[in-house]
T-cell receptor
Framework: AQTVTQSQPEMSVQEAETVTLSCTYDTSENNYYLFWYKQPPSRQMILVIRQEAYKQQNATENRFSVNFQKAAKSFSLKISDSQLGDTAMYFCAFISPPRDDKIIFGKGTRLHILP | DAGVIQSPRHEVTEMGQEVTLRCKPISGHDYLFWYRQTMMRGLELLIYFNNNVPIDDSGMPEDRFSAKMPNASFSTLKIQPSEPRDSAVYFC???????????????FGPGTRLTVL
């Protein structure tokens, strides 16, 4: 079975610091996609960043970047210059078409940015 | 586009009552997903539809839960009778299948916070 594991249930960092959220996954597929979703206190789920498994280059979106290690099945999210608005639950997620047409989510990491 | 629309945003009901949650997916999307989120279990996939047809309902907790998608623009999740342990946030999400070479992003609605007293 394909799984997504987030080993850090909760983290806290000071504003302006850099923080890295961990995610590992298990699959026998070669073609898949990975995502990080953000869920702020408003509850709205927002896609932060995505990565195609066939791409070696790590995805970046402004202050958000990933460290994708395909061999290690690791997909960590780095937030640089963290801001108070980054306080949220972060979910790592995985999909492997055509085998799966639904996304598999991790349990989430609750991130607190402290002033 | 207005995004995925869910109603109501909040629902408070008493144990034993019927509860109906509603979802309007993004126009043109062919997949619709219902999730439940609790502190204990995190985000759980309950059921999902493709072109209005239920594909996988293995996540539905028990027979008290049912979901329908009568057309491409509307879906309901019904709980009858409701119990306090059903209290959670229920999310609807939709996506457009773009093929195996695409990431097929899911777009989430704002959720319905259900409280069963």
């Amino acid at each position: 079975a394909q799984t997504v594991t987030q080993s850090q249930p909760e983290m806290s960092v000071q504003e302006a610091e850099t923080v890295t959220l961990s995610c590992t996954y298990d699959t026998s597929e070669n073609n898949y996609y990975l995502f990080w979703y953000k869920q702020p206190p408003s509850r709205q789920m927002i896609l932060v960043i995505r990565q195609e498994a066939y791409k070696q280059q790590n995805a970046t979106e402004n202050r958000f970047s990933v460290n994708f290690q395909k061999a290690a099945k690791s997909f960590s999210l780095k937030i640089s210059d963290s801001q108070l608005g980054d306080t949220a639950m972060y979910f790592c997620a995985f999909i492997s078409p055509p085998r799966d047409d639904k996304i598999i989510f991790g349990k989430g990491t609750r991130l607190h940015i402290l002033p | 586009d207005a995004g995925v629309i869910q109603s109501p945003r909040h629902e408070v009901t008493e144990m034993g009552q019927e509860v109906t949650l509603r979802c309007k997916p993004i126009s043109g999307h062919d997949y619709l997903f219902w999730y439940r989120q609790t502190m204990m279990r995190g985000l759980e996939l309950l059921i999902y539809f493709n072109n209005n047809v239920p594909i996988d309902d293995s996540g539905m907790p028990e027979d008290r839960f049912s979901a329908k998608m009568p057309n491409a623009s509307f879906s309901t999740l019904k709980i009858q009778p409701s119990e306090p342990r059903d209290s959670a946030v229920y999310f609807c999400a939709s996506s457009l299948w773009r093929g195996v070479d695409s990431y097929n992003e899911q777009f989430f609605g704002p959720g319905t916070r259900l409280t069963v007293l």
